[in-house]
């Protein structure tokens, strides 16, 4: 048994509830869903890969039309054993994108996934980014946290050790949850002192995890609660469900259901998925279960 980090004892209900998303108040109160939009060669999922104008395009109208709130657009993929791929390189695929998102859709809440600071200054400053969505919890850029606290935008912060290359080395620990917990502690103090008010927690499925981590790490997901932080659940098509099941990542959208369905039992406030329509009737349903 651990205790979260000297953090005093609050209810969920006290949770945070909106985030300010480009001067908008976005409610909590009814999940989000962060669709996925990926402009790289590799991700892991082959149908994610958008890289022209005309795929970017289909992509973006599927994720709103079947009711996708965010777009979380990445230009570097994190699955394991990635290539590394040079801040320019990553720009210039995440701009290719941007450029149809500002001048088509420039009311669309937008999230970029990048670890890099000077990289998410451009899309924020440049492309009207509202969302910042960082793997590393600024551990592989140590300007990022200061560049979010001069940007003002919402900051995801994820759990992972190493990097997207060397992340599978790392998964020992001696209590995971204790360790994931006092990262976030630390974490969300050193944003804090900097003044960043909209912090989003994400546990980091995948990220330095064993499959049987995972699931740990899942059935312990209310205790992130802990923190009265929004929390995100990205666990689409993931290696947890395929390994798991003796799948592969095309054959995992009804796991995916699944586990999304008992992240949104559990606490979850925004699900990022390759899947939009999925989820989206997944909180429908469970939102429908509340009011009985």
Do not use: W
Not at 8 to 19: A, G, H, N, V, Y
Not at 99 to 123: G, M, Q
Not at 216 to 223: D, G, V, Y
Not at 240 to 250: D, H, N, V
């Amino acid at each position: 048994m651990y205790l979260p980090l000297s953090l005093p004892e609050r209810k969920i209900t006290m949770s945070q509830k909106t985030l300010n998303i480009r001067g908008t108040l976005t409610s909590l109160e009814k999940p989000l869903v962060m669709g996925i939009l990926n402009v790289t060669p590799d991700s892991f999922y082959a149908d994610s890969r958008k890289q022209t104008e005309a795929a970017i395009e289909e992509r973006i109208q599927t994720i709103l039309s079947e009711g996708g709130q965010i777009i979380d657009i990445g230009g570097y993929s994190s699955r394991p054993d990635a290539a590394e791929v040079s801040s320019e390189e990553e720009m210039n695929r995440l701009v290719f994108a941007l450029k149809i998102l500002k001048e088509h859709y420039p009311e669309v809440a937008l999230s970029v996934d990048t670890f890099r600071s000077e990289v998410a200054s451009r899309c924020v400053e440049e492309y009207g980014v509202g969302i910042i969505n960082d793997i590393s919890g600024g551990e592989l850029d140590g300007k990022m946290f200061e560049t979010v606290a001069r940007l003002h935008v919402p900051y995801i912060i994820m759990h992972m050790r190493g990097t997207p290359q060397t992340m599978q080395q790392y998964t020992e620990y001696g209590d995971m949850m204790e360790e994931i917990m006092l990262y976030f502690a630390h974490k969300v103090r050193q944003l804090r002192l900097l003044g960043v008010n909209d912090i989003i927690l994400d546990p980091g499925f995948g990220f330095s995890k064993t499959v049987e981590q995972n699931y740990t790490l899942m059935s312990h997901l209310r205790e992130f609660k802990e923190f009265d932080l929004p929390l995100l659940v990205g666990i689409s098509r993931k290696s947890m469900i395929y390994k798991l099941l003796g799948r592969t990542p095309a054959d995992s959208l009804n796991g995916t259901t699944v586990l999304n369905t008992y992240a949104l039992l559990n606490g979850a406030d925004i699900l990022r998925v390759h899947d939009v329509r999925a989820a989206v009737e997944a909180v429908q349903i469970i939102e429908q279960l509340k009011t009985k």
